[in-house]
């Protein structure tokens, strides 16, 4: 019998138009592998949607808030649909920054150092010495990213503007220059290291990862056998210690300049990776021998409740 998937994609996050990108790739592949697919734009109806739909499966392209930090993982488990991605702990810890870097810390997995403060705390003062960097806890796709460099005269004072909507707390991380690394994992497997080289800008911001030729990547990174192993060996761990399932995708500097450090620093584990046929892991999937097509439907035969 022909197993029928219900693509959820959309939502109601910052990162709704990523989400019907990827959602949009992925019901595409499954149907040319055969799949009976619903794709479903989600919002605040949807275990309503689901209870008509009967899929036999969730593969979840949802990115952000209510898709990627257990909550619709959870209505899953309410209604037994198995789905794609980790499940309900693990959505929500590797979505919660801080927390996640407690616990990969705890895992022997090194780790920038950081502080969960109230936005307006960071308005009056340096709460690190600059540069650092500032983050919403629970965003992605780098929105409300705030990089405050080495000679900032003042805090940033947009955190107290009328425009800021990312809630009151904010972690605020030691900058870590260097080279942007990311490495993605697909069950139990380390893929390969991409180099990701923002074009224009020294940021991997919002346009450097969505705009045609914003960054150029590098894959497989030009890195030293024993670095290589290196960060794939961290990448698997970070994925087990926060309990992820499926697919994930963990990402690094490199701080190899002529005097750094020459540490590796995890900077967090992203469960809900962009998922069109040229996005990070799908391209290290390619690179491995791995189709698209071939990884949406082993990420749909690995659906299951309780993850």
Not at 13 to 27: D, I, M, Q, T
Request: proline residues 7%; contains cysteine; aromatic residues 6%.
């Amino acid at each position: 019998m022909t197993k029928h998937v219900a693509v959820l994609m959309g939502g109601w996050s910052s990162e709704r138009p990523v989400s019907l990108n990827s959602g949009k790739a992925c019901a595409d592949a499954l149907e040319a592998r055969g799949y009976r697919v619903s794709r479903v734009d989600v919002d605040r109806t949807i275990a309503a949607v689901l209870a008509e739909l009967r899929p036999d499966v969730c593969f979840n392209a949802l990115h952000g808030i209510y898709g990627e930090d257990g909550t619709v993982q959870g209505i899953l488990e309410v209604m037994d649909i198995p789905y794609t991605h980790s499940g309900v702990l693990a959505s929500a810890l590797a979505m919660n920054k801080p927390k996640a870097k407690h616990v990969m810390k705890a895992a022997g997995i090194p780790v920038a150092e950081h502080k969960l403060v109230h936005r307006l705390e960071v308005v009056n003062e340096h709460v690190l010495e600059p540069p650092y960097v500032v983050k919403p806890p629970a965003e992605g796709s780098s929105f409300g990213v705030i990089i405050v460099p080495a000679d900032a005269a003042r805090p940033p004072q947009e955190l107290a503007g009328p425009d800021w909507r990312f809630g009151d707390m904010v972690m605020v991380e030691k900058y870590i220059p260097g080279r942007e690394l990311t490495c993605g994992v697909m069950g139990d497997r380390a893929l390969d290291i991409i180099e990701v080289v923002p074009q224009g800008e020294a940021f991997y911001d919002y346009d450097a990862k969505y705009r045609p030729g914003g960054s150029k990547h590098v894959l497989p990174a030009d890195l030293s056998p024993f670095i290589y192993q290196n960060i794939q060996t961290l990448a698997l761990e970070a994925h087990r210690s926060l309990g992820c399932r499926g697919v994930s995708r963990a990402d690094f500097r490199f701080d190899d300049q002529g005097d750094g450090t020459g540490q590796v620093i995890c900077l967090e584990v992203n469960t809900q990776p962009g998922m069109t046929a040229t996005s990070l892991v799908p391209e290290m999937a390619a690179h491995a021998g791995i189709g698209f097509g071939e990884l949406v439907s082993w990420m749909v035969e690995d659906a299951s409740c309780r993850r």
